[in-house]
């Protein structure tokens, strides 16, 4: 291959780019050069990738033609590779923040995290729009005795039944278990009886992405055989958390097999559906707990973002999906697929009750305490303060902000407009070079991590039990070398440095979420899934520098686009910095709360009527 490989590009130095609005530094636009297949294309082009013959000659001119060799491979550079996104905690003097006992049980952290929060409605409020019900709409119809753990978990299991039947087929999860569930919502019901709850979260539903270990059930990553190979033997650190919190953890949600897509569309465990119109994606690879959300089945779910996995269908599904800060929720007990860009999210209704499942599942194990150093600090935002956060500065590039659809720009420039107005804040005009080259690194590093994490299994594996699309993934992972990933970490330290001097001027990087809203599922997706790499990379356009550089963010639906189909708004955080991101997405919801649709599936189990 030597005689047809190409140059690579030579980067100068980070500290000597310009990162000014005035800069040279060009937009470079996703250059993908693939077509959408499905149904029989896809089996052709699996068997063309595995073929010994020509595979290796295939793979080569993907790489090449989606220039990974030119801008990563074969580049130039002076920086260090980078191989884990820590950051060493610094304290960012927050505002209105109160500072946590990092030694809290997690239901004393719940408490302090609704002490922060203002007044909040009760259930006959805000009758004249439509809202989804929060954590503390659960809490007060328990308290009240209006209501009991036990006959929501009722309403649950018939709302579960009924979406998974013809005609809807929402296929919202891989696993529940009927009598789990109801073993919890009687122990709830009893505490509640008693007038001993745990916490607020006592006797919620909160589903849990099935790429996280959750007692009774197996984690299959979204695939027929993974659970078959490596047994769940318990729950995650945040699962466990959830529990002693007092949640009913009600099953696991479906995703994109191996979260190695952004479509949520899954072969073997169906097609989760937008609740917005079912004839569309509903996003990945969280799919299933973004759109139970949406559709009301929980208030809260867990996901796991290893490249926009729970920011990008929160956004498509017309809810708040936040993901902290590299490190912050621990990772014990998730499918370890991408070591150093996977982090435990939370998907929520509201950005409040993101803010309460946070508050239950961050903390440090004591086996992580000599990993990052000094150990972070937790500081939660003070939001029942009367006095707005102030002088905050969004940094916006232009250029990479309007690289989306037309509905996706006017929607989200006129909701940071607003925002700005609204609290006095201002829009620092910036250039963040590479962005193209940062998210062609990032998909070396999320795909290497995943072929090697899996590769004892695999040598096990009938490939026949992988559905078509991941086994392209699975091929083109396997492709990239040792040399591919240590050029990527280069170029992750490369944008360390590049957002580290953004923060210098700005306390967060706002963006829309996703290029392009939920686009509308095929019928020849069904059995082999899809390759839409075009879609793809619209989806995860704006999502990348959180899981690459461990940054903490969140998205807040702001709007609509002519199909009816939600849009989100972005904002990327400085590390450990996620008070200063919740008091933001708080008053980003604030603005654009009282435009929320109700989707056309929709659940309501805190009354009776639907």
Request: proline share 6%; with cysteine.
């Amino acid at each position: 291959m030597g005689l047809l490989r190409d140059s690579g590009v030579v980067y100068k130095a980070a500290e000597e780019v310009d990162l000014g609005p005035q800069s040279d530094q060009p937009y470079l636009p996703a250059n993908v050069k693939a077509p959408r297949m499905a149904g029989f294309l896809v089996k052709v082009f699996v068997w063309c990738l595995e073929s010994r013959i020509f595979g290796a000659l295939l793979l080569y001119f993907l790489k090449k033609n989606n220039l990974i060799q030119k801008l990563v491979t074969h580049a130039e550079l002076e920086e260090e590779p980078l191989f884990e996104p820590l950051h060493p905690y610094q304290d960012i003097k927050e505002q209105e923040v109160e500072h946590i006992d990092s030694d809290l049980s997690p239901p004393e952290k719940v408490q302090r995290a609704v002490d922060c929060l203002p007044s909040q409605r009760t259930l006959d409020d805000l009758k004249s729009q439509f809202h989804r019900w929060t954590i503390l709409d659960y809490s007060r119809a328990y308290t009240s005795g209006k209501i009991t753990p036990h006959m929501v978990a009722e309403r649950f299991i018939a709302a579960v039944i009924e979406s998974s039947n013809p005609p809807l087929q929402m296929s919202f999860f891989i696993n529940y278990d009927v009598e789990d569930i109801r073993r919890q919502a009687t122990e709830s019901s009893h505490r509640h009886e008693k007038g001993e709850p745990i916490s607020v979260l006592d006797g919620v539903p909160i589903a849990i992405k099935d790429e996280i270990d959750c007692s009774p059930y197996p984690t299959t990553g979204g695939t027929k055989w993974l659970h078959k190979l490596r047994t769940c033997t318990g729950d995650a650190c945040c699962v466990m958390r959830l529990r002693l919190c007092g949640a009913i953890l009600v099953g696991k949600t479906n995703m994109h097999e191996l979260g190695a897509g952004t479509s949520g569309i899954n072969p073997h465990y169906g097609v989760t559906r937008n609740p917005y119109d079912t004839g569309r994606i509903s996003g990945g690879s969280s799919s299933g707990s973004a759109a139970l959300v949406s559709a009301g089945l929980c208030p809260v779910a867990l996901g796991v973002d290893g490249g926009g996995s729970v920011r990008l269908p929160a956004s498509l599904c017309g809810v708040v999906g936040f993901k902290p800060t590299f490190g912050r929720i621990p990772h014990a007990g998730v499918l370890p697929l991408n070591w150093t860009v996977g982090m435990v999210g939370v998907l929520a209704g509201t950005v409040e009750d993101a803010f309460i499942v946070y508050a239950a599942t961050n903390g440090q194990l004591p086996s992580q305490q000599s990993t990052i150093l000094p150990p972070p600090k937790e500081y939660f935002p003070l939001l029942k303060s009367t006095k707005p956060i102030t002088d905050v500065k969004l940094a916006k590039y232009g250029e990479w902000f309007n690289d989306c659809s037309d509905d996706v720009k006017i929607c989200c420039s006129s909701s940071v407009e607003q925002l700005c107005e609204h609290y006095g804040w201002k829009i620092v005009e910036v250039t963040i070079p590479e962005i193209e080259v940062m998210r062609l690194a990032h998909y070396v590093t999320i795909g290497s991590e995943c072929s090697t994490s899996l590769s004892s299994y695999l040598q096990k594996l009938n490939f026949a039990e992988l559905g078509w699309d991941a086994r392209v993934a699975l091929s083109v992972y396997g492709a990239f070398s040792g040399k591919d990933y240590i050029k990527a970490q280069q170029i992750r330290n490369r944008q360390m440095k590049f957002h580290r001097n953004i923060f210098a001027k700005a306390d967060v990087i706002v963006v829309p979420t996703t290029g392009v809203t939920a686009y509308p599922i095929k019928n020849d997706v069904l059995e082999t899934g899809e390759l839409d790499y075009i879609n793809g990379a619209a989806l995860v356009r704006y999502q990348i520098a959180g899981n690459f550089l461990g940054l903490p963010a969140v998205t807040v639906p702001v709007g609509y686009d002519k199909a009816g189909m939600p849009i989100g708004v972005q904002f990327i955080g400085k590390p450990w910095s996620e008070a200063t991101l919740i008091h933001i997405a708080i008053a980003m919801q604030a603005l654009r709360i009282s435009e929320c649709r109700k989707p056309k599936v929709f659940y309501d189990l805190l009354n009776k009527e639907e």
